[in-house]
């Protein structure tokens, strides 16, 4: 008997399937990409500015359709922005991670619980109260990914969430998806241009030329970018 609980046994978290798209045809942006990330894997995406990175991100999400291709994510899915102002639109901490609720017509008894465990998983639960504008960099982002966790999200979608933070905000925000990634169980695709986010994920990608180029080890993808610096 197959046992349900082997991960190669699930369907994939993400799958992009032979896709092409373009913003201004025939300029492709896109053109034959293809990835597969398999549930509970963190996957960071590499790619020089302009490959189609946030593109890719946004066919992902549905809000852009590919005219060639298919992609799926398999569950309900967050996406973490890299610059936290543009997603954070109410006034206080738990405010912002309840206002992601909204529509699911859940009791306040359950709002209220989702709230303080999503904090909680992201070490906020302590900032519940404060203003948003009171927050770092950081924490913004770390509120962002709470208000994911607490729609349940099974998949995470994250452009550059590190680009404006500082080195010591950078590894923390990754760390805290790695820990998030392995306990939950989530699926995380991560963009980045920092190579040492590399040594906390599980499996990187590169995009260059409209399509993957390298997928595998993070430490391989590691040096030969630094070696091309
Ligand atoms: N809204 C848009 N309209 C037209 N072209 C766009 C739009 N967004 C991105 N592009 C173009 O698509 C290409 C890929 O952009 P993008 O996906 O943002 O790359 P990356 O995230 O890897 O830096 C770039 O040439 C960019 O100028
Ligand atoms: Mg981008």
Redesign the pocket.
């Known amino acids: 008997m197959t046992d349900p609980t082997r991960v190669s046994d699930r369907p994939p978290a993400i799958q992009v399937d032979d896709v092409s798209f373009a913003?201004?045809p025939p300029a492709h942006?896109l053109e034959h990409c293809s990835l597969t990330v398999p549930p509970g894997e963190f996957c960071m995406l590499l790619?020089d500015?302009?490959?189609?990175?946030?593109?890719l991100l946004k066919l992902l999400t549905g809000l852009l359709a590919p005219q060639q291709g298919q992609v799926r994510i398999n569950g309900t899915f967050g996406y973490v922005f890299q610059n936290p102002d543009h997603q954070l639109v109410m006034p206080t901490v738990g405010a912002d991670v309840a206002f992601g609720l909204v529509g699911e017509n859940l009791p306040l008894s359950t709002v209220r619980s989702r709230v303080s465990e999503a904090l909680a998983a992201v070490n906020l639960a302590h900032l519940a109260r404060r203003p948003i504008y009171a927050l770092s960099g950081g924490q913004k982002q770390r509120v962002a990914i709470a208000g994911a966790i607490a729609r349940h999200c099974e998949v995470l979608l994250l452009d550059e969430p590190t680009a404006l933070l500082d080195p010591d905000s950078q590894i923390e925000l990754v760390k805290l998806v790695q820990t998030l990634v392995k306990e939950r169980h989530l699926t995380a695709l991560w963009v980045t241009h920092r190579l040492i986010e590399l040594d906390y994920c599980d499996r990187a990608v590169l995009l260059r030329s409209g399509h993957v180029v390298r997928d595998g080890e993070p430490a391989s993808l590691r040096q030969i970018l630094a070696a091309s610096e």
Do not use: D, L, P, Q
């Open positions: 913003w201004k942006v790619g500015n302009g490959s189609g990175k946030s593109t």
